[in-house]
């Protein structure tokens, strides 16, 4: 069954489709969490961590797949087309320029590098939407989101690590 798959799709694209079908996932359940009256549309930022995750931990893919599941989630979360897409290509060309390998060498300097990159992109969305709207976003849900982002991300690092050990087992398995 393997050697049917692999014939007729490359394994670049497996693991493109893999990780597009998780992204669903991930956006499915940032959506759901937004819906939480605790939360009340500022749930903790899942997906930025998610592509960050994915950027640092299993590497670098062509910024069109970034731009594509932006559109997705901008789409499903029934924000302004290119709200999200914009603010996160942003932050993909800035991890672009920063050497990945010393990020993951230490785990301080991944939460130092993923709360800067929160806080700029916070910052991007916060002048899109005056753009937008003549008017800033309410301060407090921004700070709450920001706090539960990070307060979430050690939890959220730590349920994404088997993800990182079943893409690099499926890239190995179909390499052979």
């Known amino acids: 069954m393997n050697e049917i798959v692999s014939r007729y ?23 759901s969490l937004s819906q939480i009256d605790f939360f009340y549309y500022n749930s903790p930022l899942i997906f930025f961590t998610f592509i960050f995750f994915w950027i640092v931990e299993i590497g670098l893919l062509p910024f069109w797949i970034y731009f594509l599941i932006c559109l997705i989630f901008d789409f499903i979360c029934m924000n ?3 709200f999200f897409t914009f603010s996160m290509l942003c932050i ?5 320029f920063i050497n990945l390998e010393q990020i993951k ?4 300097r991944k939460i130092i590098i993923f709360a800067s990159l929160l806080l700029i992109f916070q910052t991007i969305q916060v ?12 301060v407090e849900s921004l700070v709450f989101q920001y ?7 050690p939890l959220i690092m730590f349920f994404l690590s088997p993800i990182k050990n079943l ?3 499926i890239s190995v398995q179909l390499w052979k």
């Open 147 to 153: 706090i539960f982002t990070m307060m979430f991300y």
């Open 127 to 138: 002048l899109i939407f005056f753009m937008l709207y003549f008017t800033f976003p309410n």
């Open 9 to 31: 799709f490359t394994t670049s694209f497996q693991t493109i489709l893999i990780k597009l079908i998780l992204t669903l996932f991930i956006i499915f359940f940032e959506l």
């Open 92 to 96: 993909v060309l800035l991890l672009n």
């Open 167 to 169: 893409i690099n087992l």
């Open 105 to 108: 060498s230490s785990y301080l």
């Open 80 to 82: 302004h087309t290119g």
